[in-house]
């Protein structure tokens, strides 16, 4: 039953780049969003970049992109230059109830249905 399942995750040395991967079910609902989040040690959960069933994307992060390939399921989050400060558990999740677009006030609009397990970014030298 897979739904949501994430990967790429590493020790990447500062300056590095990386690519996570998202493999996703197919949802019944023509209307959903991807989103990317992460959580550090002791710190608050934050969204990064979202991408909707119908390509439109929002990013509120600097040196990361979000991307797909639809004919994989999979919504990739690329981080360049990576900083010791991206150190953190990654995850994407989706919002499969009518969400059309993705907003941001502050968050990205939830709430969200289904979670991955989450893959760690270390950035250390």
């Known amino acids: 039953q897979l739904q949501l399942v994430e990967s790429g995750g590493g020790l990447v040395q500062p300056g590095g780049s990386l690519r996570l991967s998202c493999v996703h079910s197919?949802?019944?609902?023509?209307?959903?969003?991807i989103t990317w989040f992460r959580q550090a040690p002791g710190k608050e959960r934050e969204g990064i970049s979202c991408?909707?069933?119908?390509g439109t994307q929002l990013n509120v992060k600097a040196r990361f992109r979000i991307s797909r390939d639809t004919s994989k399921n999979t919504v990739y989050l690329q981080i360049d230059d990576l900083k010791p400060e991206d150190t953190a558990v990654y995850y994407c999740a989706a919002n499969v109830k009518n969400a059309r677009i993705c907003t941001y006030y502050g968050e990205f609009n939830g709430p969200y249905d289904y979670w991955g397990q989450g893959t760690q970014v270390t950035v250390s030298s």
């Open positions: 197919r949802f019944t609902s023509d209307d959903y969003i």
């Open positions: 991408i909707s069933n119908s």
